[in-house]
C-alpha cells in the first residue's frame, strides 16, 4: 500500500492500485476517502481500511459518477454513515445509479462506444446514493479539517473533481491516465478541449503530483509536456 506524507502531515495511502484506484487522506483523525472501487472490492475495502484502523469514514468524493468510481458508494454510505461529495452536475446521475458512459477520446475507443454504447449502457447501473453536498465550484475543505480543496476538472465528464491536498499532490479521476509511460491522455472523454483546460486549472496549482484513477502516479513535467502538446488543439 503506497503512502504519500504532505507538508502538514496529512497522509495520502493508495488501497487499490493500478486498474482502479481508490485513494484515503487522513488527517487529525479525520478520513476521508476518494472514489470506491467496483462492487467486488467492497469486502477487501473495508478490510484494508480496518488495517488503517479506519472505521468511521468522514466523507467520500467522487472524481466523477461513472461505475468504476461510485459503484460501491451506497455500501460505503451505509456502512460508515459517509458524507458524499459530488458535482451538481452529476448529482442526478448518484440519485438514479446511472454510470453515463463517456464518449471515445481516440479512434478504437471511438468506434467502440459508437456500437456498443446501448449493449453496455444498463449494465453499468449500480445502487443509487444521495449526495450530501453538492459541488459547483472550488470548495476548500478547512471546514472538514482538510488542507485540500475540491477543484472542478470537467472533461472526461461534466462534473469531474479533483482533489487538491496542501498544494502538493492532486487526486484527479480520469482527467488524467496514468497506464502509459509518456502519455496522459485518456482514451475516454466527452469534451476533450474542456479537459486539456482543466490540465491548465491543474497547473496553475504547485501540485508536483498527480494521482489519477487508473495507472501509475504521473509527475508536473509529464502533465506540462502533455498540456504543451495538446493545447489548442481541436
Not at 472542478?152 to 498544494?167: C, F, K, Q, Y
Request: aromatic share 8%; glycine share 10%; charged share 20%.
Amino acid at each position: 500500500m503506497k503512502t504519500w506524507t504532505t507538508k502538514s502531515g496529512q497522509r495520502l495511502y493508495r488501497l487499490f492500485a493500478g486498474r482502479n484506484n481508490v485513494y484515503l487522506l487522513t488527517a487529525g483523525g479525520k478520513s476521508l476517502l476518494i472514489d470506491t472501487g467496483r462492487r467486488h472490492q467492497f469486502g477487501a475495502l473495508v478490510a484494508r481500511l480496518g488495517r488503517l484502523g479506519v472505521d468511521r469514514l468522514d466523507l467520500l468524493l467522487l472524481t466523477h459518477t461513472h461505475y468504476d468510481h461510485a459503484e460501491n458508494t451506497a455500501a460505503i454510505a451505509a456502512h460508515y454513515g459517509t458524507k458524499i461529495f459530488v458535482h451538481q452536475r452529476e448529482a442526478a446521475a448518484l440519485r438514479a445509479g446511472d454510470s453515463p458512459l463517456p464518449r471515445g477520446s481516440v479512434l478504437p475507443t471511438r468506434w467502440f462506444m459508437n456500437r456498443m454504447r446501448g449493449w453496455l449502457q444498463p449494465r453499468c447501473a449500480y445502487r443509487s446514493a444521495e449526495p450530501g453536498i453538492v459541488v459547483e465550484a472550488r470548495l476548500p475543505l478547512a471546514v472538514f479539517g482538510f488542507a485540500a480543496t475540491v477543484l472542478p476538472t470537467p472533461g472526461h465528464s461534466p462534473g469531474s473533481l479533483s482533489l487538491v491536498v496542501d498544494d502538493e499532490i492532486a487526486l484527479v479521476g480520469d482527467t488524467l491516465f496514468g497506464v502509459l509511460p509518456r502519455s496522459v491522455w485518456p482514451p475516454f472523454a466527452d469534451d476533450p478541449q474542456e479537459m486539456v483546460k482543466s490540465w491548465g486549472r491543474l497547473l496553475e496549482t504547485t501540485c508536483r503530483l498527480f494521482l489519477p484513477g487508473h495507472g501509475r502516479e504521473i509527475g508536473r513535467k509529464r502533465l506540462a509536456r502533455n498540456f504543451a502538446a495538446r493545447r489548442g488543439t481541436k
